[in-house]
T-cell receptor, first 116, second 115 residues
Framework: AQKITQTQPGMFVQEKEAVTLDCTYD???????LFWYKQPSSGEMIFLIY??????QNATEGRYSLNFQKARKSANLVISASQLGDSAMYFC?????????????FGTGTRLTIIP | NAGVMQNPRHLVRRRGQEARLRCSPM?????VYWYRQLPEEGLKFMVY????????ESGMPKERFSAEFPKEGPSILRIQQVVRGDSAAYFC?????????????FGPGTRLLVL
């Protein structure tokens, strides 16, 4: 079975600062995928970034990067130069394989608030 | 290209009634997933379907819940005889046949409130 742990229920960060959201995972699979989704107050789920277990380089998408440390089983999300619009719930998730068509297992989320 | 569509966006039912939630996947996507989000919690997987087939229903409650994805039309999540504990946001996601595409794209969700 897979498990995702997000230990930060809430975070407050000053605008323009960088922020790191923690995510650790547990799995016995050798092949897996790691995801981050953003859920603003409007409720939709927005895909941010993906990392495959065999990817040697950390994934990046604009201001988002995923700090993947396989030995430590961590997949932290880093947001550079935070903006007010980044205030939202952030969910870390994983799939069983690092290719498509697999269910996702989600963590409990971190509520990020950006302070002007 | 339209995204994943879900309707209704909000649904109010009294205890004992039936709830029908609909999901139209993105164009070209043949895989549909349903997730449930209880208040202040993360999403929990319920069921994974392809056209006319249930692939994985390991997260689906054994009683009162059913799902289908017919050859034509949207996927339907059906909850019979709803109870207050069914109040939640229900999200549908879709992905294409191409297994090289790992991302699931989510719909806006249906918020179910059981009175």
């Amino acid at each position: 079975a897979q498990k995702i742990t997000q230990t930060q229920p809430g975070m407050f960060v000053q605008e323009k600062e960088a922020v790191t959201l923690d995510c650790t995972y547990d799995t016995s699979d050798q092949s897996y995928g790691l995801f981050w989704y953003k859920q603003p107050s409007s409720g939709e789920m927005i895909f941010l970034i993906y990392q495959g277990s065999y990817d040697e380089q950390n994934a990046t998408e604009g201001r988002y990067s995923l700090n993947f440390q396989k030995a430590r089983k961590s997949a932290n999300l880093v947001i550079s130069a935070s903006q007010l619009g980044d205030s939202a719930m952030y969910f870390c998730a994983m799939s069983r394989f690092n290719f498509g068509n697999e269910k996702l297992t989600f963590g409990t989320g971190t509520r990020l608030t950006i302070i002007p | 290209n339209a995204g994943v569509m879900q309707n209704p966006r909000h649904l109010v039912r009294r205890r004992g009634q039936e709830a029908r939630l609909r999901c139209s996947p993105m164009k070209g996507h043949s895989h549909v997933y349903w997730y449930r989000q209880l208040p202040e919690e993360g999403l929990k997987f319920m069921v994974y379907l392809q056209k006319e087939n249930i692939i994985d229903e390991s997260g689906m409650p054994k009683e009162r819940f059913s799902a289908e994805f017919p050859k034509e039309g949207p996927s339907i999540l059906r909850i019979q005889q709803v109870v207050r504990g069914d109040s939640a946001a229900y999200f549908c996601a879709s992905s294409p046949e191409d297994r090289g595409v790992v991302t699931q794209y989510f719909g806006p969700g249906t918020r179910l409130l059981v009175l």
